[in-house]
């Protein structure tokens, strides 16, 4: 459904004349952060907080064509909404079976949410990210990933309406600075990567890729020691 929602969400922006890039940031990561927000929900009504805080125009003879001038808006509107349904549907027992995993493993609910269900819950970002490139829609490859981040930091504050006493936060691990670091650490690294253009293309993309993932699973397998 991911793979759909990027060509679904290119169609809208083309026919409507609407920005990719604030398709890609306002508009897909809503969706597709909407498995997260439900966990975070649902992991707070369960008392769980570890759980919680875890294409283009072508131009022909100077003439611009439509990319898809047969398909129609208004029926894409509809796709649009019957695949976030779904991507939202899936999410509900998610929840459950991981506070069950959690325990039956002993892997412990810190590093269930920061590992497996965080990466679960990402996919329909992955999807959507990695259509949106195949199909050249790089704004809205770019967009999906930054606004899905934005939308990120908002899920503990969804989970405490839900949660009942004190704020979430007091009750979490304080393993998850462990996590909290290595999003500052890698954010400043895109930072960087967007400011600073180098002439060196193809080195530049090795180093900061092999550093972002190296320091993903050193993070991970920090917390899993500790756990």
Not at 104 to 129: D, M, Q
Request: contains cysteine.
């Amino acid at each position: 459904m991911g793979s759909k929602l990027s060509i679904y969400s290119d169609v809208i922006a083309e026919k409507s004349g609407t920005e990719r890039v604030w398709i890609g940031v306002a508009i897909i990561p809503i969706i597709t952060t909407l498995p997260e927000i439900s966990s975070g929900i649902s992991a707070a009504l369960i008392n769980a907080p570890n759980l919680s805080f875890k294409k283009k125009n072508k131009e022909n003879n100077g003439i611009i064509e439509e990319s898809y001038k047969d398909i129609s808006l208004s029926k894409t509107y509809i796709k649009f909404l019957i695949a976030s349904l779904i991507i939202i549907i899936s999410a509900w027992e998610m929840i459950n079976s991981s506070k069950s995993l959690a325990h039956i493993t002993r892997l412990g609910t810190t590093f269930w949410g920061t590992f497996f269900l965080a990466i679960v819950t990402s996919l329909p970002e992955l999807v959507c990210v990695i259509t949106a490139v195949k199909i050249k829609a790089y704004d809205l490859a770019i967009g999906i990933v930054f606004g899905a981040n934005i939308i990120n930091i908002t899920i503990p504050f969804f989970s405490d309406v839900f949660y009942f006493g004190h704020p979430i936060l007091n009750d979490i691990s304080n393993y998850h600075l462990i996590s909290i670091f290595t999003v500052i650490i890698l954010s400043g690294v895109v930072i960087v990567n967007i400011l600073y253009q180098s002439k060196h293309v193809l080195l530049k993309k090795m180093i900061s890729s092999v550093f972002i993932v190296s320091l993903y699973f050193v993070s991970i397998l920090i917390i899993y020691n500790l756990h």
